[in-house]
């Protein structure tokens, strides 16, 4: 049996290996069979992680922290995990494998998804002009046009934000009308260098090397238009990644794993959730980091709790009430 088992080989999941390792834990990671180091394998710049002056790439960034949670002993599995079952003292987590593995604690860090438009040249375009994140990517468009598609408060407020670098900013949106809250569209409203779009939906992203336009339907007369742009935020919403857990662990109203104040206690003892998976908010590769460095220093905290005697031979009820 593991003492600790990593679930997320993103930001999260790496940053909690690093600190079970070096608290000799030897902690097993399960980084996912093809999306093994998270969100940023799907960039190029990385500009705002604190130790590179001069930018990284995402993938080389990814690479960089599995390096280190492997020197420090970390042993790392390209498998996903299927299923789990985090009810009693001793957790059991099934690879698609078929293999079952057991640890005292868990850290769930499997992180978010932003939701896609589903078009052809969306991910070939990723990086290159298509983002779905503008506190990560808005300097890169200093100057250019832009386009923002979605109508919610997170489209608002990336829009607002974009403004800040961009020369023009459109906001595209399906319907006549916003969904989001009055104060956020005042603000769009208000500020010159935005221009709604209303009744389009976006069919089509289009570039070779990176983005240079747009393909709009309108959603009333059928009819087809092109836009040029530089640049395209998608701001339809992001989806954590939790269905692995539903019905053990409490979610949020937000749809985030539930966390007790800042820790990383899930509803499960000896549950730890880490990253962006418990984040509706920041999401950022330095916060998921620091979230997974906390979940560690938690777990470390719950085993260090449960008496070594016990360890050896106990059976889960037992530990549950020596660590209750
Ligand atoms: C295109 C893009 C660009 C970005 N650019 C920046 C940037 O420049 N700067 C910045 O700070 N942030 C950036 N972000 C945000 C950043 O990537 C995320 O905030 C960060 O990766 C979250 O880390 P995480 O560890 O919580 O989750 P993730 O990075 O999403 O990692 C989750 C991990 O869990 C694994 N997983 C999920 N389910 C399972 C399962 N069943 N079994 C096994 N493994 C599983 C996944 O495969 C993945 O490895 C960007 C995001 C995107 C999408």
Known sequence: MRQIIIIGSGPAGYTAAIYAARANLKPLLIASSVEAGGELMNTTDVENFPGFPDGVQGPELM??????????????????????????????VTL????????????????????KLGLPDEERLSGRGVSWCATCDGFFFKGKTIAVIGGGDSAME???FLTRFAEKVYVIHRKSELRASKIMQDRAFANEKIEFIWNSEVVGITGDEAVNGLTLRDTVSGTEASLPVGGVFIAIGNDPRTHLIHGQLDL????????????????????????????????????????GCAASLDAEHYLSMIPQDLLATAGGTELATATN
């Open 63 to 92: 690479t960089k922290m599995q390096e280190q949670a492997e020197r420090f002993g970390t042993e790392v599995v390209y498998d996903d995990v299927e299923s789990l079952d985090l009810t009693g003292a001793i957790k059991k």
């Open 96 to 115: 698609g494998s078929g293999e079952t593995q057991e640890a005292l604690s868990v850290i769930f860090a499997t992180g978010s998804a932003y939701r």
């Open 158 to 160: 990336e829009a607002t």
């Open 252 to 291: 949020t109203a937000e749809g985030t794993i539930a966390v007790a104040g800042r820790s990383s206690k899930t509803s499960q003892i000896g549950v730890f959730a880490a990253g962006d998976v418990i984040d509706s908010n920041y999401r950022q590769a330095i916060t998921a980091a620091g979230s």
